[in-house]
């Protein structure tokens, strides 16, 4: 990279940084959703930094090759060649690259492509099976809607839990859709703007990185609201169980 170049990456970096800072500061909603039911934001980021950790050994294995990058590779290839048929993701990846692509390029594209499966697939289930094994997002202290879902209005109307439930499913099928969608409609953008993927490795690295990181995101996202729903339909029935047993009402 040319030195501009460095330093535009450095001023991204700190801008990232100052905005994470000052939202996990202020005690009113931002962007940031789940900022209070933690570790729903580090799982991802966890996810999102090895997988750029682990593209990044794959695009600068030409010049480099050490023990991890082989294994890397290796572990890539397979899965590659394990999920590459008709139409699958991986499949679907190869409209990212030129016609005149070659044949390295393609399999470098594969590697890629298996390795952020992969490590998508593990990211969603670390955050399930904390989500079992900690009653995510059950803490000491109370859930707030407010600041860990600023988007969503619990009082735009309907059931509340209707609506965590119905984003929930949206965000499911969208989160499964997107691996498919995601290479068919960049390949529109890419061909207009005449961008060459293959001629670098940098932006190879970040496109299947997005590629990879916004389903797992949402996928994420509809497992947490479906968990908050149920929370919810929870502790309205021990609320209706309680107020029963005081003799305020008779449940029906």
Do not use: C
Not at 162 to 171: G, W
């Amino acid at each position: 990279m040319s030195p501009d170049g460095n330093q535009v990456v450095m001023l991204v970096a700190l801008f990232a940084a100052m905005f994470t800072f000052s939202e996990y500061a202020s005690t009113y909603p931002g962007l940031i959703e789940f900022r209070d039911a933690p570790p729903f934001n580090r799982v991802r980021v966890i996810g999102i930094f090895i997988t750029l950790f682990f593209l990044s050994l794959v695009a600068a294995s030409p010049d480099n090759s050490g023990t991890l990058t082989l294994i890397v590779n290796a572990t890539g290839l397979v899965l590659a060649h394990a999920l590459d048929f008709t139409y699958s993701p991986i499949w679907l990846l190869q409209v990212f690259l030129p016609e005149g692509a070659t044949q390295a390029d393609l399999t470098m594209l594969r590697t890629m492509g298996g390795l952020s499966f992969l490590i998508g697939l593990v990211t969603i289930s670390v955050f399930a099976i904390l989500m079992r094994l900690k009653s995510w997002p059950n803490r000491n202290t109370s859930f707030n809607v407010w600041v860990n879902l600023p988007t969503f209005d619990p009082t735009a109307g309907g059931d509340v839990v209707a609506r965590l439930i119905r984003d929930s499913r949206i965000n499911l099928i969208l989160g499964i859709l997107l691996p498919f969608l995601m290479p068919v409609v960049a390949s529109y953008g890419i061909g207009n703007l005449g961008i060459s993927l293959g001629a670098s490795p940098i932006m190879l690295v970040w496109t299947v990185t997005l590629w990879s990181v916004l389903p797992v995101s949402l996928l994420m996202r509809g497992m947490a609201m479906g968990r908050i729903a149920h929370m919810i339909t929870e502790r309205r029935k021990k609320l209706v169980r309680d107020m029963a047993e005081q003799g305020e009402f008779a449940p029906v």
